[in-house]
């Protein structure tokens, strides 16, 4: 058996040993930080409290400018009428405030420079300005000039706001001493960064090589693995080969015996069909026979009356022709059962093929139907023959069937277009109710046509039916000449 690998070792499990010293190293730096933060902040705080202070605190009518500024916002609300002596009040009470730091300017080293000194009353453009001729700082020296916002009536009453543009530290001694302390502390820092930055791409590379050695020494165990494995697939798989080879040829013999027991099966059932189609056919002829027997025995005494009746004295002409006529449809009714016993008698895989002229089949459809049709059908049965004889070679009992069935086809579809003018009259309501009738009336009385025609196209003979009916729509069309397809 193959050894077990020896386990992974992960990126924790040597970040583990530097846990420790990575978290004395960060909370080492955030101190750093704040502490230098708070070094370079401290002298722009100190300014502000400084301002803030000088005005909150200076009176020089007895009332100090947070005061004033209160009670101006209670004039505007109280007494309008007020307010003018009240600004002016304001006005004065900054000027005694700013005029002081222009007149000893840079005499004193925490002595402000006002440049600007506002307050505003929201909302609306009241407020309340004093701008100082003094010119602002050059650009390179614009950090020094810093403002200081805040609501003298309290951090949410926001009716009086004071704004103080100015310069405090004002000689250059100290003020380069704190830029000087400035840049040390960003000095600070960015070694402090840098250090920090290095201390982690060290223990980033060292990671990373380990993690590299590891992950070769699993790639080596993970070689040895899969060489052994396709090892042990290509031995399954030639298990299987030999196991399927085996399968193959049972199920080969399996399907040859199968295929005798299915010829032998096939060869028996051929001759027990033969054997019934035979006694089938021999039944169909026996009783074709006796049908054919019966029916011309029940024929020979309606033969025998009108034989008599045609010898007897007295009858007219008219009723001399009637009844030869209903003799003709007699022998003619005799010879359609003779072959239609004839056709049921044959084998229905053969088809009895004779010499037969189109125009008569057509003629004696027509002469057979053209009575019925027209008076139970509704039905005008037109024909359109050749000229000349369209002799073809076919099964006269099999094309008088056919013939027969595209006549009755037209019968229905001219029903079914009976039916649709009905429908249509009847639910017609855009006319009045006697065009309503007149048109049902029209609907009832229509009358469908189907006509045959027959000609010779080269050495084809074309038969051709048409009728007046519904039609038929794109399914039936391509299943029309379909084996037992119907509607």
Known sequence: MTPAPPPRRSVWAYAEGLTPVAIVWLALVGWLAALLHGRADWSEQAD??????WIDEARNFRKTLPELAREYAQLREDDPAGLPEKRAEIEEHIRGLVEPTRAYLNQLPSFPIIYRLEVEFPPGPDRIVWESPLPRPRQQDQTRTRRLE????????????????????AFNKLQRREEERRQTSLVAVGVLLTATVLA??????????ERERELQRLAAVADVEHRERELLE???RQQEGERTRDELDRRLLHQQLEAANLEKRANEAEKESLEVKSQLYASIGIM????????????????????????????????????????????????????????????????EVTRVDLNRLVRDTAGTWAGMSLEKWKLRIAIDVAAEPLWVRGDLSHLQQAVENLVFNARDATFEMRNRLVDAARTDRSVDPAARRQRLIEAYGW????????????????????DNGVGMTEEVRRNCLRTHYST
């Open 48 to 53: 502000k409290a400084t301002v803030r202070e």
């Open 150 to 169: 805040y609501r003298p009536l309290g951090d949410d009453d926001p009716r009086a706001v004071i704004r103080c543009e100015y310069q405090l530290h």
């Open 200 to 209: 982690v791409l060290f223990g980033y590379r060292f990671l990373r090589r």
């Open 234 to 236: 290509i031995r399954l």
């Open 288 to 351: 074709a026979g006796s049908y054919a027997h019966n029916i011309k025995n029940l024929l020979v005494r309606p033969n025998d009356l009108l034989a008599r009746c045609l010898e007897a004295d007295g009858m007219t002409r008219d009723q001399a022709g009637m009844l030869h006529e209903v003799r003709t449809t007699l022998g003619t009714v005799t010879e359609r059962l003779q072959q239609i016993l004839r056709t049921v008698r044959r084998d229905p895989g053969k088809s």
């Open 447 to 466: 009358k469908g046509e189907v006509s045959l025609l027959t000609r010779r196209e080269g050495s084809a003979a074309v038969l051709e039916v048409r």
